[in-house]
């Protein structure tokens, strides 16, 4: 199986982002799994088979559970693959994040212009008191 086929499954991709922040039992995994796609326990314990065989996640055993972790190597495959083809997207990411930059630049001196000024300090000396 090639990486991007691993990749293109939404519920593998998936298990990957929660992966990706760390360690996580196989339980935590199916649960939000689960819950997001309506899938059985063991159809979520297929898609971690697949992650494990194919280089994406690591398993390792503590006690009755499994932990799982991204292996770097899937990801780093996937990008092997993808990087010929960045002169092609890398551009246009470019200049999207300059058109968000701008947006939000816009924004903010809009939000800056409706804002009304904070009042001057005054320095005037107190009147004398009155007996």
Request: no cysteine; glycine share 8%; proline share 9%.
């Given at each position: ?16 982002e929660?992966?990706?922040?760390g ?11 689960q ?14 088979r697949v ?10 055993p ?19 693959w ?8 890398t551009p ?7 058109e ?5 630049r ?5 939000a800056?212009?409706?804002a ?16």
């Open positions: 199986m090639h990486a991007l086929d691993v990749l293109g499954d939404p519920v593998r991709r998936r298990i990957l929660l992966l990706a922040d360690e996580l039992s196989a339980g935590e995994v199916g649960s939000v799994v819950a997001e796609f309506g899938i059985s326990q063991p159809a979520v314990s297929q898609h971690l992650l494990r065989e194919q280089g994406f996640a690591t398993v390792r503590e006690g009755t559970r499994r932990l799982y972790a991204v292996d770097p190597r899937g990801p780093r495959q996937a990008s092997e993808l990087s010929p083809f960045e002169r092609f997207f246009k990411l470019d200049a999207l994040g300059t968000l930059a701008r947006g939000r816009q924004r903010r001196l809009a800056e212009r409706a009304p000024s904070p009042p001057l300090p005054t320095t005037a000396t107190p009147l004398p008191k009155e007996d």
